[in-house]
């Protein structure tokens, strides 16, 4: 009678496999939260737009345009991360702002 048995390396990948599954369908929730979310409010450009910022919304605009200057500088994302953080930066300013500071950087 033969048994099978794991070796670290096979557990490891699988472990990885279950985490890149993981991180693909957090990834496809997000992208799908953001296309919802982003009839909700203004976006980045209608904002700009408008002839009065106020204090907050020039605050918004300011960390907003610092939030995409440093994600275009960023040379180790790719290009299909860096779109889909720039949309949810642009069609969700505040939400999305706070979401790259805290989690994409």
Do not use: H
């Amino acid at each position: 009678m033969t048994e099978s048995t794991s070796t670290p390396s096979t557990t490891r990948f699988t472990f990885l496999d279950r985490f890149a599954q993981q991180k693909a369908a957090l990834w496809s929730m997000a992208v799908l939260a953001m296309v919802t979310l982003s009839g909700c409010g203004t976006n980045l450009i209608d904002r700009i737009q408008q002839p009065r910022w106020g204090i907050c919304g020039t605050l918004v605009i300011i960390l907003d345009i610092v939030a995409l200057v440093d994600l275009i500088g960023d040379r180790g994302r790719s290009a299909a991360n860096k779109v889909i953080w720039a949309l949810v930066i642009i069609f969700m300013p505040v939400l999305g702002v706070i979401l790259y500071f805290f989690l994409g950087r």
